[in-house]
């Protein structure tokens, strides 16, 4: 799907609308000081860092089935127990963290109604368990621009509008199947400024998750039509995109 690429070429990509989204994600999760804390799914890092400056890095965990993440998340803080591995197998024991999160990760999940059980299993009874997709479905998302003008030029292309937890009220379902309580729900945005559409496309051709890999299949002639077509519903100066995404908490058993 695209995840093993270097950190800067997630952070170019995904990063500058997943950076600013931490901060109100750890808040609307209820992170506090003294807590310890999982993220799950962590990336290079981006909710990872934001965590350390809430509770400390010795009290914060996370894991990533990236081995580039995972060596990124070593580099940039040397304080966390940073793993490799998959949300569906936490190798930690059960009732290890204060609170488990996961930013822009459930939908990528073999799995998601396992990986949130594991979620819940690692995190103390009455513990929070937290999670955000982006509202892909909605058409709020980061990169719902990008797949409106592909479907645009090919009909029949996939999308992220099916991914789980990516339309409204569909992550809270996967926090009651998994059996978390206390399940709630509501939605984040960030606004991300660019100073022109060559900034805004350039990370689509890092090859970064499935944008990244349906770009990649393209060849030259097919890259600059899409190009273009992204160009036509973007302003020509400096502009500001606005993306949202679905948040879910529930409460470990």
């Known amino acids: 799907m695209g995840f093993e690429v270097t950190a800067a070429a997630y952070?170019?990509?995904?990063?500058?609308?997943?950076?600013?989204?931490?901060?109100?994600f750890?808040?609307?999760?209820?992170?506090?000081?003294?807590?310890?804390?999982?993220?799950?799914?962590?990336?290079?890092?981006?909710?990872?860092?934001?965590?350390v400056e809430v509770a400390g890095s010795d009290r914060v965990a996370a894991i990533d089935p990236s081995q580039s993440f995972v060596a990124?998340?070593?580099?940039?803080?040397?304080?966390?127990?940073?793993?490799?591995?998959?949300?569906?197998?936490?190798?930690?024991?059960?009732?290890s963290f204060d609170a488990a999160l996961a930013q822009l990760v459930v939908h990528f999940m073999r799995d998601p109604?396992?990986?949130?059980?594991?979620?819940?299993?690692?995190?103390?009874?009455?513990?929070?368990?937290?999670?955000?997709v982006w509202?892909?479905?909605?058409?709020?998302g980061p990169l719902s621009l990008f797949w409106d003008a592909v479907h645009e030029l090919d009909?029949?292309?996939?999308?992220?509008?099916?991914?789980?937890?990516a339309r409204e009220g569909?992550?809270?379902?996967?926090?009651?199947?998994?059996?978390?309580a206390d399940v709630g729900s509501g939605m984040l945005s960030v606004e991300v400024g660019f100073a022109s559409v060559d900034e805004w496309w350039?990370?689509?051709?890092?090859?970064?998750?499935?944008?990244?890999?349906?770009?990649?299949?393209?060849?030259?002639?097919?890259?600059?039509?899409?190009?273009?077509?992204?160009?036509?519903?973007?302003p020509d100066g400096p502009f500001t995109l606005t993306a949202s995404a679905w948040l879910a908490t529930g409460h470990a058993s």
């Open 202 to 234: 350039e990370p689509f051709t890092y090859g970064v998750g499935p944008a990244g890999a349906y770009v990649a299949d393209l060849d030259d002639a097919g890259r600059e039509a899409l190009k273009a077509e992204c160009a036509s519903r973007l």
């Open 26 to 51: 750890v808040k609307a999760s209820g992170v506090s000081a003294g807590q310890r804390v999982l993220d799950v799914g962590a990336g290079p890092g981006a909710l990872t860092a934001v965590l």
């Open 170 to 180: 569909h992550l809270a379902e996967l926090f009651t199947e998994a059996g978390l």
């Open 113 to 132: 109604v396992a990986g949130l059980r594991e979620m819940g299993r690692v995190t103390r009874p009455g513990g929070t368990v937290s999670a955000c």
């Open 155 to 165: 009909p029949l292309a996939g999308g992220e509008r099916g991914l789980a937890g």
């Open 72 to 95: 990124a998340l070593h580099d940039r803080l040397p304080g966390v127990d940073a793993r490799a591995g998959n949300a569906e197998d936490l190798p930690w024991d059960d009732a």
């Open 11 to 24: 952070g170019s990509f995904m990063g500058r609308f997943s950076e600013p989204l931490a901060p109100a």
């Open 135 to 140: 509202d892909h479905a909605g058409g709020g």
